[in-house]
């Protein structure tokens, strides 16, 4: 009797481990580190006038909603940075619906975000949060305008009337960054085929098979492992200081980022020899990354590389630590959570199974990037995509925190009014989007 709690533990660790090396896996791998470094880029790259200058109250409606809805993924803010950052905007005269579209769409955007809900959920889940809520966003930000026209802020500022340039190497720069992004996650064919083997004899001692399989590990995982934890190490003298000057730690971290992308390109395979599979995607990552290399040396200067390794590193600093105990985390609560419970509350895609995904939400909030593999658990659980819609459009909009917040920034009516269509909006989203599936 006394074994069965300590069973019970390690029963648990188990599966949050299992669920974070479900999360290192490669197409993951391939997935954030593109999305990190393309969202340090858009923070040290795209000068924020370029956005902001479209948000004053002078703007045009046509011009002023969608640049505000497009201003979370060329800010690449998060739920974290985007209330700061409404509030700068909305006190230095920015109209009211501009202002709430930006709020609300912002995180949902965010580069980050859609890269991993792509790769982790799918892509019809990615691709219905951008566009329902750049819709829903714009709607809500009209009704508020409406409602609260006589309240609207009148006053111009130099924010909304800077005037900058973005080099076109730049935009080069971010395409093939992009690029790199899908040829690590697309899942087609092309990139999926596997064009030639290499053989490598080496000879694994039984006992470190043996332990890695005690581990859950593959040869692959286990190289990436390393080589993340390398990384880390390696970036704390090489990004940290980076703004000073690019050192010989930087050169040796990006070293290590390129080399764990190669290694989580192809296909790795251990029997009697060590078989790497070199596929279609191993290929173009590969083509991509010298592109990358070559356009960086000769199109960058040493501030605006300076500047992009110090902004990726700080959204790692933030969010990856964050991420890892989120996702340790999820794989406990899932053991936790009986299925039926989430099954009878959101198996089906009805109005009221979406708006308990709205709540879920409002009380389970979680920091950008965390509430996916929170969300991967709520499907696995048996949680229909319409209410899993729901809570992911949801959680960065009505958590506690961002309540409270807004409230200090809008006042209580405004607040309120923005909460209630903020819940409307979600559930009907989900709900459309649930609609569409049950459709084809």
Not at 123 to 129: C, E, K, N, S, V
Not at 361 to 382: K, S
Request: hydrophobic share 60%; net charge neutral.
């Amino acid at each position: 009797m006394q074994t069965e709690p300590i069973t019970y533990i390690v029963d648990l660790v188990e599966a949050g481990w299992l669920s974070l090396l479900d999360y290192l896996a490669a197409h993951v791998i391939l997935c954030l580190v593109p999305a990190f470094f393309i969202a340090g880029a858009l923070s040290a790259l795209i000068p924020k006038e370029t956005v902001t200058r479209y948000l004053g109250p002078k703007a045009s409606k046509w011009v002023s909603y969608p640049a505000a809805s497009l201003g979370g993924f060329v800010l690449a803010v998060c739920s974290c940075t985007i209330l700061p950052l409404f509030a700068g905007i909305w006190k230095r005269g920015a109209g009211l619906g501009p202002a709430i579209t930006f709020l609300f769409v912002g995180p949902a955007i965010n580069i980050l975000a859609v890269a991993y809900t792509g790769a982790a959920i799918g892509m019809d889940i990615a691709l219905a949060r951008i566009l329902l809520s750049i819709l829903f966003g714009i709607v809500i930000g009209l009704i508020m305008s409406a409602i609260f026209k006589s309240d609207e802020v009148n006053v111009e500022n130099d924010l909304f009337g800077q005037r900058t340039r973005v080099r076109p190497v730049i935009w080069v720069f971010f395409a093939l960054m992009i690029a790199t992004l899908i040829a690590g996650t697309l899942q087609i064919e092309l990139l999926k085929q596997s064009y030639f083997t290499l053989s490598i004899p080496l000879d694994f001692a039984p006992g470190a098979i043996s332990a890695l399989s005690a581990l859950h590990l593959s040869l692959q995982g286990a190289i990436i492992i390393i080589l993340l934890v390398l990384i880390a190490l390696a970036a704390f003298w090489g990004f940290e200081r980076v703004l000073e000057g690019i050192n010989t730690w930087t050169v040796v971290t990006l070293g290590l980022v390129i080399i764990t992308l190669l290694v989580a390109a192809p296909l790795i395979n251990e029997s009697a020899s060590l078989e790497i599979s070199v596929t279609g995607r191993a290929i173009t990552v590969t083509a991509m990354l010298i592109a990358l290399i070559i356009t960086a040396q000769r199109g960058l200067t040493q501030d605006e590389i300076g500047r992009w390794l110090w902004e990726t590193w700080k959204f790692v600093k933030q969010i990856f630590p964050l991420l890892i105990v989120g996702v340790f985390a999820a794989g406990i609560v899932k053991v936790l959570i009986p299925g039926t419970w989430v099954r009878s509350l959101t198996g089906s895609n009805t109005l009221l199974a979406n708006f308990v995904g709205v709540v879920f939400g409002v009380f389970m909030y979680f920091p950008t990037l965390v509430e996916v593999p929170i969300a991967r658990m709520f499907l696995d659980l048996g949680m229909h995509r319409g209410p899993l819609l729901a809570y992911l459009i949801a959680d960065p909009e009505l958590s506690i925190q961002s309540i409270l917040v807004t409230g200090k920034i809008l006042g209580k009516s405004k607040t309120a009014l923005y909460v209630v269509l903020v819940s409307i909006f979600s559930t009907l989203a989900g709900y459309l989007f649930g609609l569409v599936l049950a459709a084809f």
